[in-house]
T-cell receptor, first 114, second 116 residues
Framework: KNQVEQSPQSLIILEGKNCTLQCNYTVSPFSNLRWYKQDTGRGPVSLTIMTFSENTKSNGRYTATLDADTKQSSLHITASQLSDSASYICVVSARGGGRRALTFGSGTRLQVQP | ETGVTQSPTHLIKTRGQQVTLRCSSQSGHNTVSWYQQALGQGPQFIFQYYREEENGRGNFPPRFSGLQFPNYSSELNVNALELDDSALYLC????WGTGAGANVLTFGAGSRLTVL
């Protein structure tokens, strides 16, 4: 069964600090992995998308890593801002067929405090 | 370029009633998928529509049904509402293709359904 596990479930950090969110997956055959940011009451917005051959990808203060061997990904947020307070969802796509088989993690809820 | 728009944004229903949620896909996107997101949980896949036909379904009962129209907009219908149906319903559109780029979903802001 395809699964995506995220940790921690929730995290509180002070403004300006860095943090790292984790995503472990058992999706096969792997196609790609995406991190989304979801503000409260809003739809998720894509931050990064990574394929099998990519190890690191950055989007401003967000840096995602992927280790396809251990099936782990991380999202590192540098110099956090209050606006980073949101849920961060890891989504893994499986290859094959016409249907895009996506498995969603439950998300990490990040709260940045002043 | 317009994004994904959903309506209504909030609604309240009672058990046993029926609800219809609507979604307009992003310009250039021909595939629409629907997700149910309970509070504090990740989105759960309900179903996907392509060329006006259901093209994949998650673990949801038949009382969850949908439509896609020629302009690629879509509806989600839920019959015989239950208390557990209370959730944020997300619509996402995407282009149909085989590359990694085709897997980028554009989500709407969601419809918050409360069943009393």
């Amino acid at each position: 069964k395809n699964q995506v596990e995220q940790s921690p479930q929730s995290l509180i950090i002070l403004e300006g600090k860095n943090c790292t969110l984790q995503c472990n997956y058992t999706v096969s055959p792997f196609s790609n992995l995406r991190w989304y940011k979801q503000d409260t009451g809003r739809g998720p917005v894509s931050l990064t998308i990574m394929t099998f051959s990519e190890n690191t990808k950055s989007n401003g203060r967000y840096t995602a890593t992927l280790d396809a061997d251990t099936k782990q990904s991380s999202l590192h947020i540098t110099a956090s801002q209050l606006s980073d307070s949101a849920s961060y969802i890891c989504v893994v796509s499986a290859r094959g067929g016409g249907r895009r088989a996506l498995t969603f993690g439950s998300g990490t809820r990040l709260q940045v405090q002043p | 370029e317009t994004g994904v728009t959903q309506s209504p944004t909030h609604l309240i229903k009672t058990r046993g009633q029926q609800v219809t949620l609507r979604c307009s896909s992003q310009s250039g996107h021909n595939t629409v998928s629907w997700y149910q997101q309970a509070l504090g949980q990740g989105p759960q896949f309900i179903f996907q529509y392509y060329r006006e036909e259901e093209n994949g379904r998650g673990n949801f009962p038949p009382r969850f049904s949908g439509l896609q129209f020629p302009n690629y907009s879509s509806e989600l219908n839920v019959n015989a509402l239950e208390l557990d149906d209370s959730a944020l319903y997300l619509c996402a559109s995407s282009p149909w293709g085989t590359g990694a780029g085709a897997n980028v979903l554009t989500f709407g802001a969601g419809s918050r359904l409360t069943v009393l």
